[in-house]
Structure formats: structure tokens, C-alpha cells
């Protein structure tokens, strides 16, 4: 018995946490599905936060990005009212048909292998983690909201 108890060492998991990652100890060696791991409210309230935090920024950096785009076009239609710049309607209809040429010719080709990958993962990681992706889209939906 004494030879026994030699060949094993004893593990401090105090020690063991403090040297692993954050984000292992909030999802374990390998992140599955959720589901095996948190309560039902925990999930909600994950997704929910991760949401609407991911909503807020998304409304605020959108305003931003529509002020930027409304105001250049309004200060290019100044300049073309106003005569400092001269548009030439025919080449930009010219451009416009041969983009939207190049768009039915990608519309009819396959869709590239990485994406339709990329897509099953996706599809997986929601029908595996329901409740964390229905927070997270409720969440995202007040964050755009508020």
C-alpha cells in the first residue's frame, strides 16, 4: 500500500485554475454545445448581454456610416447644382449596366465551397446552442433599439 500512494502527486486546483485561461474556464476544454454546460437563464443571459451590446454598437457605428455616406452625396449634388463639378450621366448608366451584367453573371454561377462551409458551421453552432442564439438575437434586437 505505502508504494501505492508514492506513484501519484498530488494537484493544488487552486494553483491549476489561476494558471488557466479565461476563457477556458468559462467554457471548458472545448466549447460544444452550451446546453450541456450552463442552466437555461445563464444561456439567456449571455446571449441576451453579447446581443444587445453587439446591437447598441451596431446602431451607433450604422448612424455614423449613414451620416458620412448622406452628407458626401449631399455635398456632391451641391457641387453639381452649384456647377464646381460636372457629372456625366451617360458613363455613370453605362457602369451601372455592365455592374449589373457582372451581378446576374455571379448570381447564376455556384456558391464558392468556403462559404457554403462556413454557412454549416454556422447552421450547426445555432441548432446546437438555441437558447444562446435566441438571447443573442432578442439582445441584438433591443441593443438596435436603445
Known amino acids: 500500500r505505502g508504494n501505492f500512494e508514492r506513484n501519484f502527486e498530488s494537484l493544488d486546483l487552486a494553483e491549476f485554475a489561476k494558471k488557466q485561461p479565461w476563457w477556458r474556464k468559462l467554457f471548458g476544454q472545448e466549447s460544444g454545445p452550451s446546453a450541456e454546460k450552463y442552466s437555461v437563464a445563464t444561456q439567456l443571459l449571455i446571449g441576451g448581454v453579447t446581443g444587445w451590446?453587439?446591437?447598441?454598437?451596431?446602431?451607433?457605428?450604422?448612424?455614423?456610416?449613414?451620416?458620412?455616406?448622406?452628407?458626401?452625396?449631399?455635398?456632391?449634388?451641391?457641387?453639381?447644382?452649384?456647377?464646381?463639378?460636372?457629372?456625366?450621366?451617360?458613363?455613370?448608366?453605362?457602369?451601372?449596366k455592365k455592374a449589373?451584367?457582372?451581378?446576374?453573371?455571379?448570381?447564376?454561377?455556384?456558391?464558392?465551397?468556403?462559404?457554403?462551409?462556413?454557412?454549416?458551421?454556422?447552421?450547426?453552432?445555432v441548432k446546437k446552442n438555441v437558447l444562446v442564439t435566441g438571447g443573442f438575437f432578442g439582445g441584438f434586437l433591443l441593443g438596435m433599439a436603445s
Open 100 to 125: 449589373k451584367e457582372q451581378l446576374k453573371i455571379r448570381k447564376s454561377s455556384q456558391i464558392p465551397s468556403e462559404v457554403k462551409s462556413k454557412a454549416e458551421e454556422v447552421v450547426s453552432f
Open 53 to 96: 451590446c453587439t446591437g447598441f454598437i451596431f446602431q451607433k457605428v450604422g448612424k455614423l456610416a449613414a451620416t458620412a455616406v448622406g452628407g458626401g452625396f449631399f455635398l456632391l449634388q451641391l457641387a453639381n447644382h452649384t456647377g464646381y463639378i460636372k457629372i456625366d450621366w451617360q458613363r455613370v448608366e453605362k457602369d451601372m
